[in-house]
């Protein structure tokens, strides 16, 4: 399989492991983490799983580039934070119906962006203004599995950007 970026996904959704992620030639390149900013948070979520998703990623030097944290548990948004001082953005879950597709909606540089993901498939995509860009495909639906993440087209965002925001949308949307 052909791929830029694999990483392993965690088998508890609640699990705050420090994840590598491997680029094409197996060399691990950066290392994604779910956090929880306070024990309240992490209290919380142990019960309600999908609440208070944060993830950050860090290169191998162990600088943070980027950072995404929960703003809203009622409606579903994140606050994108990036290290290189670009205009922080919202992410919103757009999904009407999540047992038929997952969506998650963005806009940066006037341009709009969307993560979507079809119910029984194993494929999430990443459109720039209807265009494709990132294929993230999984290994299977059972753990322990990967995600494979392919770079389609150059976009505005980083690849920091882009599989933090993968890994988001895979665990908490």
């Known amino acids: 399989m052909k791929y830029d970026f694999c990483y392993d996904v965690p088998t508890r959704i609640t699990s705050n492991i420090e994840i590598g992620v491997t680029n094409n030639e197996g060399k691990v390149v950066y290392s994604l983490q779910k956090y929880h900013k306070n024990i309240w948070q992490k209290l919380l979520a142990l019960h309600f799983t999908t609440w208070f998703i944060n993830v950050s990623i860090k290169n191998m030097a162990g600088k943070e580039l980027v950072k995404v944290e929960d703003i809203g548990v009622a ?74 993440i392919t770079l389609v087209k150059e976009s505005s965002l980083s690849e920091s950007e882009i599989i933090c925001i993968l890994h988001l949308f895979e665990i908490g949307v």
């Open 75 to 148: 409606k579903r948004k994140w606050s994108l934070k990036d290290s290189a001082n670009k205009e922080n953005f919202i992410l919103t879950d757009v999904s009407k119906f999540k047992m038929t597709e997952r969506i998650l909606e963005f806009h940066l540089d006037e341009r709009k962006y969307i993560i979507s993901k079809k119910t029984h498939t194993k494929q999430t995509t990443l459109y720039e203004d209807s265009e494709p860009i990132v294929i993230m495909e999984e290994s299977g639906k059972l753990p322990p599995r990967k995600n494979y």
